[in-house]
Each structure stands twice: as C-alpha cells, then as structure tokens.
C-alpha cells in the first residue's frame, strides 16, 4: 500500500540562461505519495508555481520508462540518483523519506552546456555518431539476414553494449568530464559484428577522435560504469582503447597501400 | 443505397486513394514499374522536409539523403535519437517463414486486415506485407542485435492475433535497437551534409500555396524564435496522438500538433475513433500519475491471464486455488488463447474490472501470472527472455513478478486513426506526405503487435523513397515559393500571435489541469467502450471545458527562451480540437469495429458487430472552420483478395 510522505525540501538549481548566474532555490514539497516518481514529485512542484504565477523548473524528461535517455539529473550529487541501474524517470519517492532535504542540479560539464535550469544541450554525443557510429549499409540491397549466422554469445554481447541510451550520466559522472564510457558502448556494438568489421578501424579512430574534440579524457575512474542506468561495463573502454591502438597501425598500412 | 454510398456523393474533396491496376499482390511492382524517376544528377535540387525522426522519419531522411535529395530534418527533442518509437518493447513482424511454419506474405497481409477487422486499405496492407522481409535484411546489415539462437540464426517469437512465429526482437527493446539502427544511418547523412538537422525545434503550422504543400513554420524551442523553411516535399512523421486520453503509454511529448496544424490547413483527417487501448499496462496507482506503462505483449507468450472467480477475494495470488481462477482469456478464446488481439483481451480485462474481480490495492487490475511458465522452463529462461520487463516492473510496482503475479490493465497506447494518405503516403494536399502512425493507412481499426515498427521503416525505407520520387519529378526546373512568399510570413504571424496569446490570457489553471481533465473526458466516454449518450455527453463537455482553457489559462514565462509551459499550451489546444472530432467520429461511426467498441452493436456474446453495409469505408474528415462543425468525407473500401468475415479468435 501507498505512504505520504511529508515535508521533502527540494533544493534545485535554477539558471536562466547559458550565460547567467545560476543558484539554488528551495521549494517544500508537502505531501506526495511514495508510489509517485521523481518527476512526478517535479510535475506536482511546477504545477504549483505556474498556478502562484511563477515560472516552472525546466527539466528535460520524455518517454518515462527509463529507455529514451532524455532525462537526467544530480540527485544529491550522483547521476540519476541513489538508485542503480536506473534512471531518474524510473526512480520512485519510495526511495526516500519524510523531511528528506534533495538536492537537484543539471549534468555539470564543459562539452555540456547549461540551456536553463536543469537542461543542457547534449550535442555533442551525437556529433560522435556522426563521425562514425554506424554501419554503412544504404538503403536496399541488403542481403538475406540469415546469410551471416552471428553466435549467440557475440549477438548478446553487442546487445549488452547497445543498449547505451545517450543519456550523459556516465560524463556528468566523471571527474573529468569524459565520454569514453558512452562512445566505448557504440564501438563494442558495431566492432563485436560481423557485419561491423568493414569500418572497424576506420570508425574508432575518427569517433575517438571526435569525442576528443569535446569531452575529457579518461583516467580510469570508473565513476561512468557505477552511474550508467544501463549497468554499461567499462570494459567496453578497453575494447576501444585496443582497436584505437589498432587502427593506429591498420589504417596507416592501408594509406601506404594507395 | 448503402450509408456509404450516400455519404460519398457528398464527398466536399475529391479522394483518390490512386491504387494501381492489377491483383493485390501485383500493385506495388506495377506501381515501381510504371513511377517517374528523377535522374541522380537532378536529385540534389530537390529539397524534402522530414518533420519527426522516429523510425519512419529517421529512415526517410537518412533514405531520401542516401539518393542525393537535400533534406531538412526537424525534431523537438535535444537530439534525433529521443522519439518515441525508442519505448517499444516487444518486436517487429517480418513474413520470412524462417521457422517453417507456414507463414508467407499472404499470410501477414491477411492476419493484419482481419486483425484490422476489415476497415484497412487491402493495397497498403499486403506492400506492407511485401517489404517487411526486406526490412529485418536492411536492419540485420545496419547492425540491429536481434536474438539469435544457439546457431546463429534469428529467433523469432510469437505476437497477438498470429499462429505463426514471425515476430524478431532485440530482448525487451526492439524499438530502441531499431531506431538506433535508422538513427546511425541518419547520422551518418547528418556528417555527410545530406541532412541538415534542426533539433529542439517544433513544428507549429504547414504552408500551403496555390494548393501546394510548400513549407513549414518552426519554432525554436530553445530561443522561442519563430522561422520559415521553404521546400519541395514535407514529409509528416510526428507519431499518434494517444496523449489525448492524458494517461497513456506514449511519452510526455507525444502530440498531435504537426497533423493537427497540416489538417487545419486541409489535410483531411482520417478514422480519429480508432484508438488502440493496450491490455498490458501497469494500472495506475495514484491520482498525481503522469503516464502509465506498457508491459510488452510479448509477456502473453508465457504468462497466463487471470482474475479470481470470486470478486470478494482478499488472499494473495498464491494461495488461490486453481478452480477458483477465471484464466477468462483461455476459457473465451481457446484457440488463440492469452494471445488473442489487444482490442478484444483490452475489453474482456475491462469487463472482469467492472464485475468487481479486479486485484490489487485499488481493484483496477488482472493477473498476469508466470508461475506456470517459470515452473514449466525455469527461473533462468524467463529471465533471459524477460528479465528487463521484470525489473522494470518492479520498479515501478514495487513487487517481484518471479514471486508475485504482475498486475495490469488496459491503457491508451497506439492510434489507427491519422491524417488520410492514398496510396503513395500523400494527403489530399500536393506535396505534403504522413508516415507511420501519423497516417491512417495499414491497420484498420486495429493494430496486431509488432505491426507499428513494421509500418514505421515499411513507409520510411521502402515506401517514401520511390513514392516521393514520383511526385517530384514533374517539378523540375519549375520555380517554388521560397520564404520570401507572403503566405509564410501569414503563417509565422498567425503562429506568434496564438503563442502571444496563451501567455496574455493569465488565467489560474496550468495546461496540465486542462490537460488532465480533457483526458478524463475522453477515456470516460471515448475510451475501450463508447455509447450514443456518453459521447453526446461527451461533446457537450470538451467545448466547455475547452472555453475554459481560452480564458482561465495561466502560462507563466515568456515566448523568447525555453519555456515547457508554453510548448504544452499549444500542444493541449490541439488536443482539445482533436477530441471533439474523436468523439464526433465515434458517434457517426454506428457499428463496432476492432478498437472502437460501441456497446450498443455487439453479438450476443459481447464481441463487436460490424456493419459492412454501411460503414465499409474510411471517415476522412475535412476542417469546417470550428472544431465542432468538421465535414464528413468517405473512401469506400473494396476488398478483392479477402472476403470479409467475422473476426473470431475463439
């Protein structure tokens, strides 16, 4: 059966723009059932100050089932909150307790710009994609998909890695700021494939690459695997560090071919 | 003279759905052989809008790029991979008889129109049959990791309202990998410079010229500005609008607005009644909830629904001996059993509800219990094949379903209704194009599982690219509108005085109040059960209420940056419209059909009775200037390969 709990004292971050100066700003919430979520606590929250004429706390959030990676969130400075393996859409008051004090804040890192309060602009993921995340296999002409038998063991293991959804949890994680965890996961998908092995090298140097350009650089802290809501390993980082150390070789063998 | 007949001699626009010759299964390759083409080099002077990057839309843009069109790609999340086409769990259907149990393109053709209960377009339904082969080929070479067996070939699974297992699934999250998959492959043209992507950017009206769809009107979520974007082609890929029930399985964004604003503008707007209310959701547990969520169809495979027979039963699940459970599903459906399609398992859950067997805290579920299953192949393969479903669930429920039978119901999932396409995927308006669930055409009343990721890549991978094609070619080196235009400084003034007055109303209720209780509405009298007086009911509360929002509305902020407020505002506003003409097309639609379910046409037994006399057609309704007055248009249906029955899953 549902609690009420009473009393949860939020303090949230609130910035109006990429520019201005942030600061907290507390807010009590007075009686909310533990079989609400996270966001559902912010909904009622937001609700009430667009009804006492003040502006509500923007937060980015959609699908609410924990797999389309818009939300995010500092919960009393872990990623996503003290639940593992979840994300904050997914996580539940039960969780907490009565005159429980929160703090919440957006993702904090430089490739990762503060939009307004609790939003940021996470562009930058998908410009590693851009630069190589894909297999390419234009539209049509694809053979019969049971052409290639994929072992099990490697089709699960591709899943395990796959299932990375975007979220920033494991850069907001870091101390530095890295998305090695993130970009890792794409590389260990596509490279573990059969059918990913004709841009192998090609892809994880020019997405490492890219993710150099915007993020910091990895020292093993492993903070990333702990806040990842997809339980992601970071040996996914290994795999990647391998086959950049490959490809270093690989792709300049084949430029001495030309 | 049939209703039908009647009512399509007062056809206001002129439909045609521009099926081409031949029998069913020779139309799509008559269709390709006889379609213009635009020859490579002259491919890059077209530009396509793609408005949506789901499944459809993503693999549209990336599609349309692939053959040299320059594409606009727009979406309102932070980034292309977000759509909601990412939530769906359970798989995606393909005719490739990999099992050998004797399924064929024929096969799916027929279980989607039957399951549609005979209100679909038999042409679209068996092209959709026809590529769906070619679909799991195009996602298997992309990368998608499909379960596979020992071997190494695909597994496949079992889906609602089949015999055949032809369903393929990446665990419990094929759509994520699917649209994944579309996703890197857009990305991909988005490095290359074939797409230009606008992210955090809503669409909020269509400009139409001499007739011509010829741009959009954007408004940039993020700086609140307000911009044109002028182009040959604007494709429609914006998703249902579920979220008009409020609670429902769709994400908070989900909205109807870019169908809505096309249909304004003289989209007709087809079967709105036909509404998708999902059997397994996990019910819903207190009045603050803001979405409710599916549990994946795929679950019936192995789980087995029941209700005590007793309505006062207080026990737990467990100790409720075996001949005091209803396994209502079995008993009333041998045949297909716990698989029997989503509208009929939705309504018979709905109706042990209301006999007073419902369980759990607030009484508003049934069991769905895997005891049997987990006894029958053991705790590890239910976990290896459900596990992430399990937890999920527990999460959100609070209780273990390897100890404690899941509790679910029925809830507001998918739309059949849409903007009305003929068969190329173009609306009655030149130039403007709705893919995947943002059109009407496959599913009839109903959709089977696993037929919306189908239907998603079917229009964008193997549909639009050649359809598109065929529509542009005439169009070259002909002179289009640009921004400059009048009618796209019309619209973006229009669309910045309605934003403008959201925020001058300054009433006292949020747009989630309006929201919430135009949802309320709906559900009550619009939802998996529908009568004359409650939707007459029905139509006469939604225009109050929504006189309401028009004065008592408070939107705080302002227009020039982020502001979620006022995004919902206009997003409520398109809801209010579009439910009055739910209701309206559920009231004019006197039969039961699949989803939509009018208590007073059912069989003695309590399954839907169609009127095929009368109502074998699509409602295509055109915009009348107020959302009370729309106008009724109809497409008859003509069904040459199948012969219309009476659905039966028994």
């Known amino acids: 059966m549902s609690n009420h709990l009473k009393n949860i004292t939020l303090r949230i971050w609130r910035q109006a723009g990429p520019a201005a100066k942030g600061n907290f700003e507390t807010h009590v919430v007075d009686e909310i059932t533990d079989e609400a979520s996270f966001l559902e606590m912010l909904d009622i929250l937001n609700d009430k100050l667009v009804t006492e004429g003040k502006e509500a706390v923007v937060f980015d959030h959609d699908c609410r089932e924990g797999i389309c990676g818009t939300c995010s969130l500092m919960i009393d400075g872990q990623a996503h909150g003290p639940q593992r393996g979840t994300a904050t859409c997914q996580l539940h008051m039960r969780q907490f307790k009565s005159n429980d004090t929160i703090t919440i804040e957006p993702w904090r890192a430089s490739a990762f710009p503060i939009i307004k309060d609790l939003m940021v602009d996470r562009s930058a993921f998908d410009r590693i994609i851009e630069s190589g995340g894909y297999i390419t296999a234009d539209t049509g002409g694809a053979p019969d998909a049971n052409l290639i038998p994929i072992p099990k063991v490697i089709a699960d293991a591709a899943m395990d890695s796959a299932e990375c959804i975007g979220c920033g949890a494991c850069v907001a994680a870091c101390p530095n700021g890295a998305a090695n965890l993130f970009t890792g996961a794409k590389i260990a998908h596509l490279s573990r494939l059969p059918q990913g092995q004709a841009e192998r090298y090609s892809r994880v140097e020019s997405m490492v690459e890219t993710m150099d350009d915007h993020f910091g650089s990895c020292t093993s802290h492993g903070e990333c695997e702990a806040a990842c809501p997809k339980e992601i390993s970071i040996d996914v980082i290994a795999l990647m560090n391998k086959d950049f150390r490959k490809a270093k070789f690989a792709n300049r063998k084949d430029l001495a071919r030309k | ?650």
């Not at chain 2, 626009?13 to 799509?28: C, M, N, Q, T």
């Not at chain 2, 769906?132 to 309202?161: K, T």
């Not at chain 2, 100890?403 to 995927?425: F, K, N, Q």
């Open chain 2, 1 to 650: 003279m049939t209703l039908t007949d009647e009512l399509f001699a007062k056809n206001t626009v002129k439909l045609d759905s521009k099926i081409p010759d031949g029998p069913v299964a020779d139309k799509w390759d008559n269709y390709k052989e006889n379609m213009k083409l635009v020859n490579p080099n002259n491919k890059r002077k077209f530009k396509v809008i793609v408005v949506g990057t789901g499944l459809a839309g993503a693999s549209a843009a990336a599609t349309l790029a692939e053959l040299g069109y320059q594409v606009d790609a727009f979406t309102f999340h932070d980034s292309a991979r977000r759509a909601h086409s990412i939530a769906a769990q359970g798989g995606i259907n393909g005719a490739k008889n990999y099992k050998g149990d004797g399924d064929s393109v024929h096969r799916l053709f027929y279980d989607t129109v039957k399951g549609g209960d005979f209100r679909a377009r038999e042409a679209n339904v068996h092209r959709l049959a026809q590529v769906s082969v070619d679909i799991i080929d195009q996602m298997v070479a992309q990368g998608v990791p499909f379960a596979r067996e020992y071997g190494g070939l695909l597994d496949n699974r079992s889906f609602g309202g089949a015999q055949v297992s032809r369903t393929f699934y990446a665990r419990g999250q094929t759509g994520q990998q699917l649209l994944l998959g579309a996703y890197q492959q857009f990305s991909r043209q988005v490095g290359l410079g074939g797409i230009s992507l606008y992210n955090r950017s809503e669409l909020i009206d269509i400009v139409v010229i001499d007739g011509r769809a010829s741009g959009i009107v954007v408004r940039d979520l993020v700086t609140g500005e307000i911009t044109s974007h002028a182009a040959h082609a604007v494709v429609l890929a914006t998703g249902g609008y579920g979220n008009a029930f409020f609670l429902s399985t769709n994400a908070m964004a989900c909205n109807v607005t870019a169908a809505w604003r096309a249909h304004r503008k003289g989209a007709l707007f087809a079967n709105p009644c036909y509404t998708q209310i999902h059997p397994t959701c996990i019910p819903q547990s207190d009045d603050s909830q803001s979405k409710l969520t599916l549990m994946s169809e795929s679950l019936r495979n192995d789980g087995r629904v029941w209700v005590p027979v007793n309505p006062n039963e207080t026990r737990p699940a467990h100790e409720v001996p075996e001949e005091e459970r209803d396994y209502y599903l079995e008993r009333l459906y041998p045949s297909f059993g716990n698989l029997a399609p989503r509208d009929i398992s939705s309504r018979a859950a709905k109706r042990a509800v209301d006999k007073g067997q419902g369980v759990g805290p607030k009484k508003n579920g049934v069991y769905l219990d895997f005891s049997e299953a987990i006894e029958r192949l053991g705790h590890d393969v239910v976990q290896e094949r459900y596990g992430n479903l399990f937890e999920m669930y527990e999460r959100i429920a609070g209780e273990n379903p390897y100890e404690t039978p899941m509790r679910i119901y029925p809830a507001s999932h998918y739309t059949m209704g849409g903007l009305w396409v003929d068969y190329e995927l173009q609306t009655n308006i030149p130039g403007l194009y709705a893919a995947g669930e943002a059109n009407f055409s496959d599913h009839g009343a109903n959709r089977l599982g696993a037929s919306a990721l189908m239907q998603g890549l079917a229009d964008g991978y193997f549909v639009l690219p050649y359809t598109i094609g065929n529509g542009l070619a005439p169009l070259l080196n002909k002179p289009m509108p640009g921004i400059d235009h009048p009618e796209f400084k019309a619209a973006e003034d229009a669309a910045r005085n309605r934003y403008n007055a959201y925020l001058a109303i300054n009433g006292t209720k949020s747009p989630d109040y309006f929201h919430r209780e135009l949802g309320k509405i709906i559900w009550d009298y619009c939802g998996m059960e529908r009568t004359e007086e409650g939707l007459k009911k029905a139509l006469e509360l939604l225009p109050a209420l929504y006189q309401e929002f028009k004065t008592d509305l408070r939107v705080t902020g302002s227009g020039d940056d982020m502001n979620q407020t006022l995004e919902k505002a206009g997003r409520v506003d398109d809801f209010f419209q579009l439910g009055m003409l739910m209701c309206r097309d559920a009231l004019d639609r006197k039969e039961s059909c699949g989803g939509h379910f009018r208590a007073e046409y059912q069989t003695d037994e309590g399954e839907a009775l169609r009127d095929d006399v009368n109502y074998c057609h699509v409602a295509a309704w055109q915009w009348g200037g107020d959302p009370m007055t729309p106008n009724l248009n109809v497409e008859p249906l003509e069904f040459e390969a199948v012969h219309l029955a009476t659905r039966s899953y028994k």
